[in-house]
């Protein structure tokens, strides 16, 4: 079992549309959660992190974390075509001398105009 | 100020010879981290520095890699004995520390390899 999990997709909603973004972890211990964007040919950049359980919301994003199911999800509301890109669920956990950061492999969205 | 840098941004190599990869991170990150991505995959940690020091060298894929950082900020990864499996884009990105707590790690533009 991966350590983190994430649907691979492609994942293809309408423009407007709500996309839903799921991730899984293994590792009861893990303590805060994050979600990047990554453009094709480019670098990964953070979109936002989450630590408690509940709703984090950023403008068109929310971030959802049940840490008693190890589940943390990330919904993109009124979905643009420009939100095309591959969204990469990361994990920090403790680890000697500090915080350990696991990515999973990534799902892919595709916004249809 | 200046995001993290890395060089060069592309290398082709031969099978077996050795590369050694670049990563300037953000002035006054103390936290910096060695990922390498293959086409279409996720993020693979490599390693990572605290300071100078790497409390974890358990990503590193074998012993033909290595990887340093010196005074605090510049770091180098080198793989020698290079094979075509070593094929992929290595990325770098330095947080303002090692946290559990909203941590965010800033990313260089990554160094594409490529060995024939």
């Known amino acids: 079992q991966k350590e983190v999990e994430q649907n691979s997709g492609p994942l293809s909603v309408p423009e407007g549309a709500i996309a839903s973004l799921n991730c899984t972890y293994s590792?009861?211990?893990?303590?805060?959660f994050f979600w990047y964007r990554q453009y094709s040919g480019k670098s990964p950049e953070l979109i936002m992190f989450i630590y408690s359980n509940g709703d984090k919301e950023d403008g068109r994003f929310t971030a959802q974390l049940n840490k008693a199911s190890q589940y943390v999800s990330l919904l993109i509301r009124d979905s643009q075509p420009s939100d095309s890109a591959t969204y990469l669920c990361a994990v920090n956990k403790a680890d000697t001398g500090g915080f350990k950061t696991i990515f999973g492999a990534g799902t892919r969205l595709f916004v249809k105009a | 100020g200046a995001g993290v840098s890395q060089s060069p941004s592309n290398k082709v190599t031969e099978k077996g010879k050795d590369v050694e990869l670049r990563c300037d991170p953000i002035?006054?990150?103390?936290?910096l981290y060695w990922y390498r991505q293959s086409l279409g995959q996720g993020l693979e940690f490599l390693i990572y520095f605290q300071g100078n020091s790497a409390p974890d060298k358990s990503g590193l894929p074998s012993d033909r890699f290595s990887a340093e950082r010196t005074g605090g900020s510049v770091s180098t990864l080198t793989i020698q004995r290079t094979q075509q499996e070593d094929s992929a884009v290595y990325l770098c990105?330095?947080?303002?520390?090692?946290?559990?707590?909203?941590?965010?790690?800033?990313f260089g533009p990554g160094t594409r390899l490529l060995v024939l």
């Open positions: 002035s006054g990150h103390t936290a």
């Open positions: 590792d009861r211990g893990s303590q805060s």
């Open positions: 990105a330095s947080s303002a520390r090692t946290g559990g707590f909203g941590e965010t790690q800033y």
